[in-house]
């Protein structure tokens, strides 16, 4: 695996951060809020730009929410993959 910039590494370190955060707040408000993570999380992993011009170019603050972005998509994607695997192995017994 290649060496990650700092801005990667730091994007994809902020990203494990806010998701066990979130996961935290979630386990601890009950079953209600279950479906409100999971709309957070997917919300969470697309970076929404509101730049002006863009045409210019990315700054290291907007590599860093792109990475974070990223990683948050990255690990929600995982993990919708593993509960349909999941799924499919409950359903066979």
């Known amino acids: ?5 700092p ?15 979130t996961w935290l707040a979630a386990m601890m408000g009950g079953e209600d809020t279950t479906k409100a993570l999971l709309h957070k999380l997917t ?8 730049e002006e011009d863009p045409g210019i170019a990315p700054g290291e603050g907007f ?8 990683e948050s998509r990255s ?6 993959a593993r509960m349909k695997a999941q799924q ?6």
């Open 1 to 5: 695996m290649p060496a990650l910039s």
């Open 7 to 21: 801005e990667e590494l730091e994007g994809r370190l902020n990203a494990h951060r806010e998701l066990m955060i």
């Open 43 to 50: 919300d969470d992993s697309t970076f929404k730009d509101h």
């Open 63 to 70: 590599a860093i929410e792109t990475a974070t972005a990223r």
């Open 75 to 80: 690990i929600v994607e995982a993990a919708r």
């Open 88 to 93: 499919k192995l409950g359903a066979g017994h």
